[in-house]
């Protein structure tokens, strides 16, 4: 019993540490990523007809300026780099590469070289009935979320899903373009991306030990931690943990990745669809 106490113990340090590695590569990235976006809009338009004497005035001026928004009002200077996201659909692909580089890459290497973890390989089969069959499962448990929002809605339960999909899902609204750019980086890559780290990588340690159970409970409990950002309500991650245990499930009775990333992937698109269309509850 206390050896697998302590296997198990090991197990919860090795995903602690992996995460925390990653979020804090993640965090400096994304900070970088954030300012950057932010600062551009500052520039004025004849910026680079300046000559260079007002063009480093300026530089200064607004450096000065950004300091003291990030000091003073934070989460104003986040509205306004969600909003340049939304406004220009593109970079919500380089925000999902910032998650991929900071999560993906290094994930990989601390666990498949520094602890000798095994991780997904991809070499799972993927065919049509695979996808569909994962494809039917995001349904399931969408619509399962949704009806659980509508309690909450009647319960007067305040659900604010955060500043940014908040802004996504206003900005959405019959906007075809945010739509296939929000389905491609928001649905596809996301699905992709989370479902390999959290299942493929962090619970497929705990499934070859034989604390599929523990590992399932564990791991979807932090997948729901981080969906935690400003403005989101406590209640959410506690929908994202529940929803990460199905996912996780899937994984786990299937030993296929691909069904819980199909499954993902069709969660994700539903929610963009329904914002889409202007279909919701009002949380």
């Known amino acids: 019993m206390a050896k697998k106490a302590s296997d198990l113990a090991r197990h919860v340090f090795i995903s602690l540490f992996t995460l925390s590695f990653c979020y804090f ?9 954030h300012y950057s976006v932010v600062l551009q809009t500052m520039l004025p338009e004849d910026f680079l007809e300046m000559l260079p004497t007002e063009r480093e005035l300026a530089q200064k001026e607004i450096v000065q300026t950004f300091q003291n928004q990030v ?33 993906l890459i ?14 997904t390989d991809f070499s799972e089969e993927l065919s049509f009935p695979v996808i569909l069959n994962g494809a039917s499962h995001g349904f399931v448990i969408f619509f399962s979320v949704l009806a659980f929002q509508m309690i909450l809605f ?6 604010n899903p955060g500043l940014f999909p908040e802004l996504l899902f206003g900005a959405l609204s019959g906007n075809a373009y945010l739509l296939a750019w929000s389905i491609y980086c ?4 996301t699905g992709l991306f989370e479902e390999t780290f959290f299942r493929g990588f962090l619970l497929k340690q705990f499934i070859i030990k034989d604390y599929a159970k523990e590992g399932l ?16 309500s406590i209640v959410v991650p ?26 993902h992937i069709t969660y994700n698109s539903l929610g963009l669809l329904l914002a889409f269309f202007k279909i919701g509850v009002d949380t």
Do not use: D
């Open 25 to 33: 590569l993640y965090f400096i990235l994304y900070q970088s990523f």
């Open 71 to 103: 000091q003073n009002s934070p989460t104003e200077v986040l509205r306004t780099f969600y909003q340049e996201i939304v406004s220009r659909p593109y970079l919500l692909f380089f925000q999902s590469m910032v998650w991929a580089v900071a999560f």
């Open 106 to 119: 290094p994930g990989y290497f601390i666990l498949k070289k520094l602890f000798r973890s095994q991780v």
């Open 154 to 159: 009647l319960l007067k339960v305040k659900v």
């Open 186 to 189: 928001v649905a596809i890559l």
């Open 217 to 232: 409970v564990f791991i979807s409990v932090l997948f729901g931690i981080l969906h935690l950002g400003p403005g989101t």
């Open 238 to 263: 506690m929908i994202i943990t529940g929803v990460g245990i199905y996912f996780g499930y899937l994984y786990i009775k299937t030993g296929n990745i691909w069904i819980s990333i199909s499954c």
